[in-house]
């Protein structure tokens, strides 16, 4: 049970280029997040997947786009890699657990820098 | 406005102290949750503690609980007996519906021998 993964774990581009950042949860759970972390700041959201096949934007969205593949896997692509764009990125998915507890995991994240 | 608030820019405590970081959060949706997250240097995002609006009593998680105060709309974490590894960046953070979390800024803590 590896609970979230991400790949790669460090990425250097450089401006215009593009590439997928990839997740995958083993715990069935149904919703998927993505968000980015910068330098003395909380996370923020850039999309989410409620369920397997349907995707939403959340508060930073605009140079990126994702696809939910299946029930496991919730992909981030940059299609042209922009200097603003560098950032720690952090997949999440959301557990309900017993009672009325419910938390997020989050993967080890993926450390991006655009030249 | 800000949804989550927190000010304190850094935080000292004696080990073995207990220490309460502020956490204050705005919303007009009655159905929400509150999240407490540490992150360590190394960068991980570790779960510490949940409280649904709804939730009649404080949560509690070994050595945290959450001072949960819904008219102020403050959700305090308390650290019992800091240890060491206590010293990291806290997160605390807000779920409305499935618009996935929002973050604070994050409050350091530093743990002194």
């Known amino acids: 049970n590896a609970g979230v993964t991400q790949t790669p774990k460090f990425q250097v581009l450089k401006t215009g280029q593009s590439m997928t950042l990839q997740c995958a949860q083993d715990m069935n759970h149904n919703s998927m997040y993505w968000y980015r972390q910068d330098p003395g700041m909380g996370l923020r959201l850039i999309y989410y997947s409620a369920s397997e096949g349907t995707t939403d934007k959340g508060e930073v969205p605009n140079g990126y786009n994702v696809s939910r593949l299946n029930k496991r896997e919730f992909s981030l692509r940059l299609e042209s890699a922009a200097p603003s764009q560098t950032s720690v990125y952090f997949c999440?998915?959301?557990?309900?657990?017993?009672?009325?507890?419910?938390?997020?995991?989050f993967g080890p994240g993926t450390r991006l820098t655009v030249l | 406005a800000q949804k989550i608030t927190q000010t304190q820019p850094g935080m000292f405590v004696q080990e073995k102290e207990a220490v309460t970081l502020d956490c204050t959060y705005d919303?007009?949706?009655?159905?929400?949750?509150l999240f407490w997250y540490k992150q360590p240097s190394s960068g991980e995002m570790i779960f510490l503690i949940y409280?649904?609006?709804?939730?009649?009593q404080n949560a509690t998680e070994g050595r945290y609980s959450l001072n949960f105060q819904k008219a102020r709309k403050s959700a305090n974490l308390v650290i019992s007996a800091s240890q060491l590894g206590d010293s990291a960046m806290y997160f605390c953070?807000?779920?409305?519906?499935?618009?996935?979390?929002?973050f604070g800024k994050g409050i350091t803590l530093s743990v002194r021998p």
């Open positions: 953070a807000m779920r409305e519906t499935f618009l996935g979390l929002t």
């Open positions: 919303t007009s949706d009655p159905s929400y949750g």
């Open positions: 999440a998915s959301r557990a309900k657990l017993a009672g009325s507890t419910d938390t997020q995991y």
């Open positions: 409280q649904g609006s709804y939730d009649q």
